[in-house]
């Protein structure tokens, strides 16, 4: 079946315009998480949804940043007024349920913010 | 505080050396344990949960509850391990998200 897919797979944008991510779960998973990659940094955890609801975000760097899922599948992330610091890869990630221990990731998006 | 600890950030093997790719975690009850891999253009994927007990690609890792750690080991180092790899924990609270340490490159040199 068809795994985790992201869009776009590439996104250069200037500093200071918003962007957004998509992200497409594995049908039936509850679970979705976004995190970010970046040299150096390793994995870097942002937020997660069980559902629609977001039980935690104490991963997002700043107030730039949000999430939301709808329907309980597809779930986007935008960055506000990007900044040369939000430049790495946006990994996706989903899950049967929070209970179910292995995530299956996406490609990623590699965000280039010049 | 739940918390994923591997040390080193980079770890350069021999070709047919034995790799161990260190795994510490703190967590105060009994966590389930992975290891993730990435390899050059692809995508991370599972390598293997401790609760499995078995060995994937030659590798295995053994929970030691008393040292909290979760090691990987392989006796035999090939090139197509170079990757990057992350240690994770899951705790047994449902609905706790997986927590990943900052990973470790793995280079296998010839």
């Known amino acids: 079946g068809a795994g985790v897919s992201q869009s776009p797979s590439n996104k250069v944008t200037e500093k200071g315009k918003d962007v957004e991510l998509r992200c497409d779960p594995i049908?039936?998973?509850?679970?979705l998480y976004w995190y970010r990659q970046s040299l150096g940094q390793g994995l870097e955890f942002l937020i997660y949804?069980?559902?629609?609801?977001?039980?935690?975000k104490s991963g997002l760097p700043s107030d730039r940043f949000s999430a939301e899922r709808t329907g309980g599948s597809v779930s986007t992330l935008t960055i506000q007024r990007t900044q040369q610091e939000d430049s790495a890869v946006y990994l996706c990630?989903?899950?049967?349920?929070?209970?179910?221990?292995?995530?299956?990731f996406g490609p990623g998006t590699r965000l280039t913010v010049t | 505080a739940q918390r994923v600890t591997q040390p080193e950030k980079l770890l350069s093997v021999f070709k047919g050396a034995p790799v161990e790719l260190k795994c510490n975690y703190s967590?105060?009850?009994?966590?389930?344990l992975f290891w993730y891999v990435q390899y050059s253009r692809q995508r991370l994927q599972l390598l293997l949960r401790?609760?499995s007990r078995e060995s994937i690609k030659g590798f295995t890792a053994d929970l030691n509850k008393g040292e909290t750690s979760f090691h990987l080991k392989k006796p035999f180092a090939q090139e197509e391990d170079s990757a990057m790899y992350y240690c994770?924990?899951?705790?047994?609270?449902?609905?706790?998200?997986?927590?990943f340490g900052k990973g470790t490159r793995l280079h296998i040199l010839p």
């Open positions: 990630a989903s899950s049967l349920g929070t209970s179910a221990g292995e995530q299956y």
């Open positions: 049908s039936g998973h509850t679970a």
């Open positions: 949804f069980q559902g629609n609801s977001a039980p935690d």
């Open positions: 967590y105060s009850g009994s966590p389930e």
């Open positions: 401790h609760i």
């Open positions: 994770a924990l899951r705790p047994m609270n449902r609905d706790d998200k997986i927590i």
